[in-house]
């Protein structure tokens, strides 16, 4: 069955980086578009990132562009959040999510990794 | 990118049925047909109930359905079990492939 792990999450101070992994099994990955959405603790989800299926696109919710990079190995099963001066409103727990290309939602999520940005 | 609108809390007795809205914008739901809506129990993952509007994926129950008139829609929960308690997002496609989700609404069944 369709399975996505999510790790590399963790304590941060201000100002760090942190780089996030989601490892895909349980399909065929490349054929589909990946997306990372987020959720402060308490609060609603926040869509941040998308990744074309070939990694040639990508695009970011306003809040994060230009501090984080999303990215993806196809051969590695693997998506990947690379995020950079971290403030505390990025204190989340950060969920990869999968889209069937041009269905425009979501339909598999995994269980997300905790990412806390506090000095 | 503003969060779409929905109301914080809805409630409904057992069997009754509930709707909870999601209002959003031209540039969002008033132009796509690309509305999902998204429960999550606490302390799981977000589960897709209806997508493209008013579809439902194979597993959902057909007591969930939806709609939209506008800049709003609507998800309609029929015949509320006691396991629909839950937070439900909406989430629409935003264009210039950006998607932007609801504040999220907590549904208590009495």
């Known amino acids: 069955q369709v399975q996505l792990v999510e790790s590399g999450g963790g304590v941060v101070q201000p100002g760090g980086s942190l780089r996030l992994s989601c490892a895909a099994s349980?399909?065929?990955?490349?054929?589909?578009?990946m997306h990372w959405v987020r959720q402060a603790p308490g609060k609603g989800l926040e869509w941040v990132a998308v990744?074309?299926?070939?990694?040639?696109?990508?695009y970011y919710a306003d809040s994060v562009t230009g501090r984080f990079t999303i990215s993806r190995d196809n051969p590695r099963n693997t998506l990947f959040l690379q995020m950079n001066s971290l403030q505390s409103e990025d204190t989340a727990l950060y969920y990869c999510?999968?889209?069937?290309?041009?269905?425009?939602?979501?339909?598999?999520w995994g269980q997300g990794t905790l990412v806390t940005v506090s000095s | 990118q503003s969060a779409l609108t929905q109301p914080a809390s809805v409630s409904g007795s057992p069997g009754q049925s509930i709707t909870i809205s999601c209002t959003g914008t031209?540039?969002?739901?008033?132009?796509?047909?690309?509305v999902s809506w998204y429960q999550q129990h606490p302390g799981k993952a977000p589960k897709l109930m209806i997508y493209?509007?008013?579809k439902r994926p194979s597993g959902v129950s057909d007591r969930f359905s939806a709609s939209k008139s506008g800049n709003t829609a609507s998800l309609t929960i029929s015949g509320l079990q006691a396991e629909d308690e839950a937070d439900y997002y909406c989430?629409?496609?935003?264009?210039?492939?950006?998607?932007?989700f609801g504040g999220g609404t907590k549904l208590t069944v009495l």
């Open positions: 999510a999968r889209e069937t290309r041009g269905s425009y939602f979501f339909d598999n």
């Open positions: 349980g399909f065929t990955f490349s054929p589909y578009v």
């Open positions: 990744v074309s299926h070939d990694a040639n696109n990508k």
């Open positions: 031209s540039s969002d739901v008033g132009s796509y047909d690309l």
């Open positions: 493209g509007g008013n």
């Open positions: 989430c629409s496609y935003a264009g210039r492939s950006t998607w932007v």
